[in-house]
């Protein structure tokens, strides 16, 4: 059974920056999309990027951002650590919110380009990781 546990975040001030961590286990890692969505509070719980797999041994991989986010958010993923990253820059009070990383087992490239932002796609879940930012 894949399971995901989240690390990073924690209290930070505006105009910081904080990686979070997401390690994959129980699969092979190589072979799953990861995504991140966050969920503020009071609000439902939104898309904010995500990484195509590689495939064992591959290097290519394509990533997705939601527009509100790609300019201060960076995906990432090592293979070699069974790990995706979310970066995010020039914090702001708003991007205070509970961070999920998430896992899709090879999905189809075309159609998951097209609704990548769905949380269907997902079929596991980490716990979620709490960034705080302050003024």
């Known amino acids: 059974q894949v399971q995901l546990k989240e690390s990073g975040g924690g209290p930070v001030q505006a105009g910081g920056s904080t990686r979070l961590s997401c390690t994959l286990s129980g699969g092979t890692f190589a072979n799953y999309n990861m995504g991140w969505f966050r969920q503020a509070p009071g609000k439902e719980r939104e898309f904010v990027a995500a990484?195509?797999?590689?495939?064992?041994?591959?290097?290519?991989?394509?990533?997705y951002y939601s527009d509100s986010f790609k300019a201060r958010f960076t995906v990432s993923r090592d293979n070699a650590k069974n790990s995706a990253y979310l970066e995010i820059g020039s914090l702001k009070p708003e991007d205070t919110a509970v961070y999920y990383c998430a896992a899709a087992r090879l999905p189809n490239f075309r159609e998951f380009g097209e609704t990548y932002y769905a949380t269907f796609w997902y079929s596991s879940w980490g716990q979620g990781t709490q960034v705080s930012v302050s003024l």
């Open positions: 990484i195509s797999w590689t495939g064992t041994g591959g290097h290519t991989y394509f990533t």
